[in-house]
């Protein structure tokens, strides 16, 4: 076992460093195609990834859908995809119009 | 004794993946990848094979493979992932993969950023 081997220190590193929150753990990567598209063709797209801030992330769950939706409508995507904690997503059906 | 530290810092909350899929109106797909370690991602590999896979009539031929056909010896739970993920790029995407074909395209994801020297292979001569 691993705890055998060596003498164990706990720490905590987000106060050693001064970090003035808790780390993350969960990571959103959003997929932006360049242009338009009816059709289904594979084009480089741009890759965002962020570590997010819980509270934050889920009081505004809300304007992500609203932006993931219209852009999907607005770009004529046949689909907009997106990663969270290592889980891939797909949206297919996109909302009518901006709901809250 | 050697020391291992062992970060204790407080994490933010974890949110759940189900509650992902209600808010955003998404589907979950039933495939799970580790980000703590490399944010490689099965998208990212899908635009690979999409760019690399090469159609000869048959079995779609990966672009600049290797006419010598190696043999890489692979866990039995690597290769039964190996086999559910071209079967999911298969049925999902239509992007007919073999699970050699996704090996090689990993594989050569993890090698691809490891620089060697020309002049030789020792520890002064790796970059990464």
Known sequence: MVDDMFDIVETSLVEIVGADQEASMQQLTLYIPNKDKKDVIWEKTTILYTYIKTDNFLNNLKFLRIFLHRFGRETNQGEVVFEFDGRFFRIFDFDENDTL | MAKLIKDISKTQKKINSSLIEKALGAKKIGIKIDTRKAPISLFELRQFLIEKL?????????DGAAKRRNKIPLLEDDWD????????????????????????AIVHSFISHIDIAKDGFSESNIKT
């Not at chain 2, 992932?81 to 090689?104: F, H, M, R, T």
């Open chain 2, 54 to 62: 090469i159609s000869s009539g048959g079995r779609p031929k990966l």
């Open chain 2, 81 to 104: 992932k190996l086999k559910s993920i071209a079967e999911y790029y298969k049925k999902k995407d239509g992007i007919n993969v073999s699970p050699g074909q996704l090996a090689s």
